[in-house]
């Protein structure tokens, strides 16, 4: 399957081809992860009923998997895909700034100062 899209990627343009072997990561990506998080501890716990053995399972673990699944789904795409990721990064840095803004001005009355870290020229350097 790999093989068959590089071939034919051959024709786009090198920002085209980008966008799709990002997209491509992304989907093996997305199929790897419910294998591990979803179907592993299920199969685990169907079989060792053929095997009659006696576990004693945290559920809290299995109950994990299957809730942290849709929002591992969510940060791979992010995660992998370069415009989401720098969208994602621009929207956490006017979040953090506007906190950042909001705590400077509670401390607006105070008799004494204190030193104040830099956060907004910390966040650009990322």
Not at 40 to 68: E, H, R
Not at 76 to 85: E, F, G, Q, R, S
Request: proline share 4%; glycine share 2%; with cysteine.
């Amino acid at each position: 399957m790999y093989h068959g899209m590089c071939r034919k990627l051959q024709s786009l343009s090198s920002s085209m081809r980008n966008l799709h072997k990002q997209l491509f990561k992304t989907l093996i990506l997305q199929i790897v992860t419910p294998t591990i998080s979803l179907f592993s501890p299920v199969f685990f716990i169907i079989y060792l009923t053929f095997f009659d053995l006696k576990v004693d399972l945290p559920t809290g673990l299995s109950l994990c998997a299957f809730t942290i699944y849709p929002a591992m789904d969510a940060m791979i795409v992010m995660y992998v895909v370069a415009d989401y990721k720098k969208a994602a990064k621009r929207i956490l840095k006017k979040i953090a700034e506007k906190a950042y803004n909001w705590i400077d001005g509670l401390d607006e009355d105070e008799t004494t100062k204190e030193i104040k870290a830099n956060i907004p020229a910390a966040l650009k350097a990322l």
